[in-house]
């Protein structure tokens, strides 16, 4: 399915979208990527969302890409014998590992590698930062925190630690299990929650093993401070802006959102903004102008993906929320002010042959206006350098390798196609302007430019351009 948006919209699938039919109607309503959430979904469920995401591919003719969310740590306060305490500042209360109803001095946090890491100043949120703890003493197995603001601690409530750093890694027994099961569901995504240090992805890289890119999701603060590492060991990167905004002051979310897309962009990773994007569309038929602006922001700040959560989960217009992402990205890309504003945020090429290429690969198509740029990859690297560039003109990537064709649908401007390798360079040519123009990115007289490495199918080689005329026939011209 041809799409002239450049800007990819993953939408997260649950009750209100689980049907063949619903994820169809997703599906041709704009989304590019499935999201499925491992905090509500089982095994069973994760294999029947595959399967049926996979005939709808099929229907469809064109790669979809599933993402597969994995749940992470969830840290939460024990049980107060009456549920809730009413508390005020300046209160003190004891955090321990006594498994006992709490109470308004104490309670429990059956956590003890919390309990191992706080230090003396640190903050303890709770309830998505409802009530904010201070700790004023602490040892081994106990920590006795100060109310700094809030008025009500209850039973099972979340618990963040934007201070501390945990010893343990982002992956839980849950997260383990979940890993393997969505590896050998074939999904094409595995985003990483909670995730500390470079360590944590690069412990998910090594199960991985190249079968699913890794998304590191970036919600916490400990994790801001060493984005460079972690973009660097990352396929991919997630601002994650809900709990990123308990865990930070939530003024400075809009700042760090524009430098990890800038810093991804450096580096030519993906990246998706997500989180309470059209948050009201989950029981309005229409968002709010500020959630619009919003979405505008992220498709000017030149994001690979844009990220759909409860709206297109649970929410009662699904279709509808998908729809008017698409129409603002769509508008947004229009706009007079987007051309100037993505070329200005393009980083400098690695010095390398292969983005020597990407490079003037987009600085011919821009001087000559041509049509597209057809580039062959087999591991997808050619297709994140053309899009690293961000040109004017689409870009169509070619790949014999199903899997690549799919985890490319994350990716700003990459329009894959899944077609045999080329024997030759003539039949290279001639079905670069075949596909083009079957897709409609060109029509007869116009050019295209392809790029790819010779000799053919030798991966990471790019090194080659050629211009060609798209004949009468879709085939090459002279």
């Not at 006795?144 to 963040?160: D, H, I, M, P, Y």
């Not at 934007?162 to 992956?171: C, I």
């Not at 959560?309 to 990205?329: L, P, Q, R």
Request: net charge negative.
């Amino acid at each position: 399915m041809h799409r002239s948006r450049r800007t990819k919209i993953l939408a997260t699938l649950g009750p209100a979208s689980s049907t063949k039919e619903q994820i169809s109607e997703l599906f041709e309503a704009g989304a590019d990527v499935f999201r499925i959430n491992m905090s509500h979904s089982s095994h069973d469920v994760l294999n029947t969302l595959v399967e049926t995401i996979r005939a709808v591919e099929k229907e469809h003719n064109s790669p979809i890409g599933i993402l597969a969310d994995l749940q992470g740590p969830k840290l939460r306060l024990g049980e107060f014998a009456d549920d809730a305490v009413t508390v005020e500042a300046g209160d003190q209360i004891t955090l321990d590992l006594k498994k006992m109803p709490g109470t308004k001095n104490r309670v429990e946090l059956p956590h003890p590698e919390i309990l191992d890491a706080l230090e003396v100043g640190h903050r303890v949120l709770v309830d998505d930062g409802k009530v904010e703890l201070k700790i004023v003493k602490e040892t081994k197995t106990s920590a006795v925190a100060e109310v700094v603001s809030g008025t009500k601690l209850s039973s099972r409530k979340g618990v963040s630690l934007p201070d501390t750093e945990l010893g343990t890694g982002s992956l839980t027994e849950k997260d383990y299990k979940d890993l393997d099961a969505a590896i050998a569901a074939n999904v094409d995504w595995i985003a990483v929650s909670f995730v500390q240090r470079p360590e944590d992805v690069a412990e998910v890289r090594k199960i991985a093993k190249g079968r699913a890119g890794v998304l590191a999701k970036i919600e916490k603060p400990q994790a801001v401070a060493k984005i460079d590492d972690i973009i660097e060991l990352s396929d991919a990167i997630m601002v994650a802006r809900g709990d990123l905004g308990v865990e930070m002051p939530i003024e400075q979310v809009p700042g760090i959102q524009k430098q990890i897309t800038r810093a991804c962009r450096k580096a030519g990773k993906p990246v998706v903004v997500a989180t309470q994007m059209l948050e009201s569309m989950i029981s309005s038929p229409t968002p709010t102008r500020a959630e619009v602006s919003d979405v505008g922001t992220a498709v000017f700040e030149g994001a690979d993906a844009i990220m759909l959560s409860a709206e297109s989960a649970v929410g009662d217009y699904t279709n509808e929320a998908v729809g008017m992402m698409d129409k603002i990205a769509h508008q947004i890309e229009r706009d007079p002010n987007y051309p100037p504003i993505i070329a200005a945020q393009r980083a400098e090429p690695e010095p390398t042959g292969a983005d020597a290429i990407s490079l003037a690969a987009r600085q011919i198509a821009e001087t000559l206006n041509l049509s597209a740029i057809v580039c062959y990859t087999g591991s997808g690297t050619t297709g994140l350098r053309a899009a690293r560039e961000r040109p004017p003109m689409p870009i169509l990537a070619l790949s014999p390798v199903v899997k690549t064709a799919r985890r490319l649908a994350i990716v700003w401007g990459v329009q894959c196609v899944i077609t045999e390798d080329a024997s030759d360079l003539d039949d290279m040519v001639d079905r670069a302007c075949r596909i083009a123009a079957e897709q409609k990115l060109a029509r007869p007289g116009d050019r295209v430019i392809i790029s790819a490495g010779v000799p053919l199918g030798t991966p990471g080689a790019t090194n080659m351009l050629r211009i060609a005329f798209v004949g009468s026939d879709g085939q090459s011209g002279v």
